[in-house]
């Protein structure tokens, strides 16, 4: 089956404190953009990829594309102004041949191209599935700095990307969200509204979103010991 990849990287970086759009802030010497173009490089099963991009980053976005070495066809777009405005944008432009689209965040250097091939097979089967994890602190729901209430972990997954979905699956969630003003910021979301299964597989803590300056050392410390442990 032909598969899309969609790479949302059009984030402003402002909770970062960086000078820089986020998918162009450096991690152990290239930037997150770069992680994410080098894995999808490595998953066979991509025919193409679309990058949205915050406007006036394009030749920056094109350098990357060319030093990550893809020999795919890839389309660079200015994304949205939320996450979920990028992706439409984005899926607009991905071939009307493409079976599947699968979506991931820049902001998320270390997914693996085996978690990209398993959720490309599972969505395949099932029309939809998602990198999380089981959530494994306890949930408070708070109001006006209190807690209202406590809400039991068991069964709850924290959802991540890549995600991946049937391409007739997302473009259909997508529209009805556009039409009737439904606003999220997972795709998943979207796709589950429409009453179509959405399987989860279970992804590592090392996936993490970065959005703060302790979320990027965090990852430069996961990538210096990887790297250390390879010596």
Same mark, same amino acid.
């Given at each position: ?47 193409? *990829?679309?990058? =949205? ?6 030749? %920056?976005?094109? #350098?990357?594309? +060319?030093? $990550? @070495? !893809? ?63 089981? *959530?494994?602190? =306890? ?6 700095? %209190?807690?209202? #209430?406590?809400? +039991?972990? $068991? @069964? !709850? ?75």
């Amino acid at each position: 089956m032909k598969a899309s990849a969609i790479i949302v990287a059009a984030g402003s970086g402002v909770r970062l404190g960086s000078s820089v759009p986020k998918a162009f802030v450096k991690l152990a010497g290239r930037t997150m953009l770069s992680w994410s173009l080098v894995t999808v490089r490595q998953v066979s099963s991509i025919d193409e *990829v679309v990058i =949205t991009i915050p406007e006036g980053f394009e030749d %920056a976005a094109r #350098a990357e594309v +060319a030093a $990550a @070495g !893809l020999a795919l066809p890839v389309k660079i777009t200015p994304g949205g102004i939320e996450r979920q405005d990028s992706v439409r944008i984005a899926l607009g432009l991905t071939s009307a041949e493409s079976d599947l689209v699968i979506v991931h965040d820049a902001a998320r250097p270390l997914a693996t191209p085996a978690i990209f091939e398993a959720c490309l097979i599972a969505a395949a089967r099932t029309g939809g599935a998602i990198a999380a994890i089981p *959530v494994s602190d =306890t949930l408070k729901r708070v109001a006006d700095g %209190a807690i209202t #209430a406590t809400i +039991a972990r $068991a @069964g !709850l997954w924290q959802a991540q990307t890549p995600q991946a979905f049937r391409r007739d699956l997302l473009v259909a969630a997508h529209q009805r969200a556009l039409t009737e003003k439904i606003a999220t910021t997972d795709d998943a979301d979207l796709v589950e509204r429409t009453g179509a299964r959405v399987e989860v597989l279970e992804c590592s803590t090392a996936n993490l979103k970065i959005t703060t300056p302790s979320d990027l050392a965090v990852v430069e410390a996961i990538i210096a010991r990887s790297d250390a442990a390879k010596k």
